[in-house]
């Protein structure tokens, strides 16, 4: 069985990558992206968050070819941006990491 590889989107695409992930299955991958900590994009890049594998940038406008076994529609997707908004996603469900945080939408109390 061939490795994953893996679109990564930084804030929604101002950056793009390709990882060639050392993952020869997706429920690995998928146990490895509910693990991770936390995520900013502030403090990490791509290259810090991996585990194993190889990162490369994708400049904008560009035709790259990734292989057969990569499609941006169906293989697994990462969307890096902050605790409250990165995800994975695959087969049309997202999966949240161990740091992810929702807003409370408590009403504002008067002092």
Do not use: C
Request: charged share 20%; hydrophobic share 30%; net charge negative.
């Amino acid at each position: 069985m061939s490795n994953l590889i893996i679109s990564i989107q930084v804030d929604y695409g101002a950056e793009e990558y390709i990882w060639y992930s050392s993952f020869t299955n997706i429920t690995d991958l998928i146990e490895w992206w509910e693990d991770v900590p936390s995520i900013d994009i502030l403090n990490y890049d791509p290259h810090q968050l991996i585990n194993g594998g190889t990162v490369r940038f994708i400049p904008a406008n560009s035709e790259i070819d990734f292989g057969v076994h990569y499609s941006s529609e169906k293989g697994p997707r990462i969307m890096m941006d902050n605790d409250y908004s990165s995800y994975l996603y695959y087969a049309g469900k997202q999966y949240q990491h161990k740091g992810h945080k929702t807003y409370i939408n408590e009403p504002i109390k008067p002092i």
